[in-house]
């Protein structure tokens, strides 16, 4: 998948950031030319949310950083239908998410090394290696492999987990390391069986399943003094493996059950302090708790940033971001797989980041075609191009400004800035009453990546175009 020259939506990207801004902000015709890629560069400073507006992170030196991407089960530990799985090309990857203009992945970690899931009607083995301990034995765990040994950590782990980050972060990727996985502790059959923490699995004879009855989700819990202790330990080894890299984010664990909420509370007050005493402080994120959890869970969380449920509207009509966390809103807790690219505008518009559970190589859970979903990964790239060339870190979601209820806006003092998404065609009315001053307006079409001129508004009133594209466009309006 190496490549040396980038193309967006089938037409080469070849002008350089700096002029293509420059055009950009100087159109006054008909522009004939799309838009070209993001440019990423290395990271710089670890994330921590905006100071003016916490709908976003900034780096280091106070730029609103907008993160958007396309994350894939196997990226951090392999895994797949075989017994070893195959490997991950992590190089082909970045190049991929190069190529869409992404610049964030969740790095996927997997906790189990076999279980069995339902998939499309039919059961599959799902094999997943390496894990943080190493199999040094002696004896033999319930897989047939050497047991683990839980007083030790497995360098190769360690090892693939930092040179990952530093490989993406070179590609001006963030990388958001999940801690744990509670999806198939509940969902898939003899997971805990697979599991390091499982008694016949480990020198130890640590036992992660208090209650006796075999599921072993109190591992994932306060009430389990022995694997608490344990997991302490990794968490603190991961933080000394990647605190000095700037790119990194942590997730505590993925979709876990919703009697994890103190358990993740917990880490994220343990992370946030091991950090500290470091003087490095990455965000922290809690997602959807599956099933039967509560956004509201994660609102009154200590992390940074969440990814929430279905309810309220972020599959369908994403409600305006308010700045309580930083949103990275994530099709893997939406849908699954799913989602399009007016779900990812209208995301955008609302003031969140855009995450895509990507399919990617069609191979893992037998995901099928992957090449369905190549226009909501364009999107992505779209909206994060958009991200770097507005204001954004002054714009706030204002859905009352605009007939189409997704509209970007700053409003008040100098340099007026809007940017609406329109879902279809038709015309547009914008309340631009609030503007003492007349704004270029641009129309922007995302099936062809052209930039095309809409006659100027007039100072303190209302402003309605009819954009010539045939399906959804973006209104540009500054001054």
């Not at 047991?147 to 990388?175: C, E, W």
């Not at 007016?342 to 190589?361: C, E, I, Q, T």
């Not at 037998?366 to 999107?379: I, Y």
Request: proline share 9%; glycine share 10%.
């Amino acid at each position: 998948m190496k490549t040396t020259r980038r193309r967006f939506l089938g037409l080469t990207a070849s002008l350089a950031f700096g002029s293509t801004r420059r055009a950009f902000s100087q159109t006054s015709a008909a522009v004939d030319e799309p838009l070209p890629l993001p440019e990423s560069s290395p990271t710089r400073g670890p994330l921590r949310v905006h100071a003016s507006n916490p709908r976003y992170f900034a780096d280091a030196t106070g730029r609103v950083v907008y993160l958007t991407g396309a994350h894939t089960w196997p990226n951090l530990v392999d895994q797949g239908l075989t017994d070893p799985p195959p490997a991950f090309d992590f190089a082909a990857y970045l190049d991929f998410l190069a190529r869409h203009g992404h610049n964030f992945i969740r790095l996927w970690t997997w906790e189990h090394t076999v279980c069995d899931i339902d998939e499309g009607g039919r059961r599959m083995r799902y094999h997943a290696s390496p894990q943080p301990w190493p199999r040094s034995g002696p004896g033999s765990a319930l897989d047939g492999k050497p047991k683990f040994d839980l007083s030790r950590f497995n360098p190769d782990y360690l090892d693939r987990l930092r040179t990952r980050v530093q490989a993406a972060g070179r590609r001006g990727i963030y990388v958001s390391i999940m801690l744990f996985e509670g999806w198939a502790m509940q969902h898939a059959h003899g997971a805990y069986e697979g599991h390091p923490f499982h008694p016949a699995n480990n020198l130890q004879q640590v036992r992660g399943d208090v209650d006796g009855d075999g599921k072993g989700l109190e591992i994932h819990t306060l009430t389990n003094p022995a694997t608490l202790k344990l997991q302490e330990a990794y968490v603190r080894r991961v933080i000394e493996a990647v605190n000095d890299l700037d790119n990194v984010l942590y997730e505590i664990s993925n979709e876990n059950h919703p009697g994890s909420t103190d358990w993740q509370y917990h880490f994220i007050r343990f992370i946030r302090a091991e950090e500290e005493q470091r003087g490095r402080v990455h965000p922290i994120g809690i997602t959807f708790q599956y099933r039967g959890g509560r956004n509201q869970t994660l609102f009154d969380s200590p992390a940074d940033w969440i990814s929430p449920n279905p309810d309220g509207g972020y599959r369908d009509d994403p409600p305006p971001a308010d700045g309580r966390k930083v949103v990275l809103n994530d099709t893997d807790h939406l849908w699954g797989i799913g989602g399009s690219p007016d779900w990812a505008w209208k995301s955008f518009l609302r003031g969140h980041n855009v995450l895509f559970m990507d399919p990617y190589d069609g191979i893992t859970f037998g995901a099928g075609n992957p090449s369905k979903w190549e226009p909501l990964r364009r999107a992505l790239g779209q909206t994060r191009w958009w991200a770097e060339r507005i204001n954004l870190g002054a714009m706030t979601p204002q859905p009352d400004l605009s007939s189409t209820r997704y509209c970007l806006a700053k409003l008040d003092g100098n340099r007026p800035e809007l940017l609406i998404y329109a879902p279809a065609p038709g015309p547009v009315r914008i309340d631009l009453r609030g503007s003492a001053q007349p704004l270029t307006a641009t129309e922007y079409d995302p099936a062809t990546g052209r930039l095309a001129s809409l006659p100027a508004s007039r100072p303190g009133q209302w402003y309605e175009c009819s954009p010539a594209t045939t399906g959804p466009c973006l209104i540009h309006l500054r001054d």
